[in-house]
């Protein structure tokens, strides 16, 4: 399977402010997916970012808030913009490939003070 | 809409005491189901999938199986290293974004 490096694994930040997430692909992959899951719940997707076009996003989540960036096949980074303690949660990026399925990074801790 | 359910939410089992864990789903079109192991502060860990009514597939004391409706996950002679949360997701179509149910926090008692 695809080997995912997700950073950073967790971060404490003041309201306000933004915290970029880096994933970093072993391998060229054509679509990268971003999840979010709040304490105690699933996983809730945020957007799929294919690289050369813009990120689409999902009832609920805007491209103000949660910029994506896919420069690359194999890297892509997610913003979280703005931070309020409803954002305390574990983001995670995930990419799919043929014959190896769905795999997902290690995620990122946030909580926001 | 696309929906996956788990049940149930929560299971405290006896080290040795076998159980199953249930995934009902209801899609426009079922390309696969997938279970997941998570560990706390972890990402998911793929362990199968399935892809039509009637496949089985094993690995160690864990046998998933899928019906047209849903699929369950065996546990038999848990040990406490098999607690963790266990997530069902499904793909619909090509290579979209899977869908996730809630899971289920398995913990089992030395």
């Known amino acids: 399977s695809a080997v995912i490096s997700q950073k950073p694994s967790r971060d404490i930040c003041q309201r306000g402010t933004s915290l970029t997430i880096q994933c970093q692909v072993d391998?060229?992959?054509?679509?990268m997916f971003w999840y979010r899951q709040q304490p105690g719940q699933s996983l809730t997707l945020i957007a799929t970012?294919?690289?050369?076009?813009?990120?689409?996003?999902e009832s609920g989540f805007v491209i103000d808030k949660f910029p994506i960036s896919r420069p690359n096949l194999t890297f892509s980074t997610l913003t979280v913009s703005n931070m309020s303690p409803e954002d305390s949660s574990i983001y995670l990026c995930s990419v799919v490939r043929r014959n190896y399925g769905y795999t997902f990074g290690s995620g990122t801790r946030l909580t926001v003070v | 809409e696309d929906q996956v359910t788990q049940s149930p939410e929560a299971l405290r089992l006896q080290e040795g005491e076998s159980s199953s864990l249930n995934c009902s789903y209801t899609v426009s079109g079922l390309r696969g189901l997938f279970w997941y192991r998570q560990d706390p502060g972890k990402g998911p860990e793929f362990l199968f999938t399935?892809?039509?009514a009637g496949e089985e597939k094993e690995k160690e004391r864990l046998k998933a199986t899928l019906t047209k409706k849903e699929s369950f996950l065996h546990i038999t002679a848990p040990k406490p290293e098999d607690s963790a949360t266990y997530l069902c997701a499904v793909q619909v179509s090509g290579n979209t974004p899977l869908v996730f149910g809630k899971g289920t926090r398995l913990s089992v008692i030395a």
């Open positions: 970012a294919n690289q050369g076009s813009e990120a689409t996003y």
């Open positions: 399935l892809y039509s």
């Open positions: 391998s060229q992959v054509t679509m």
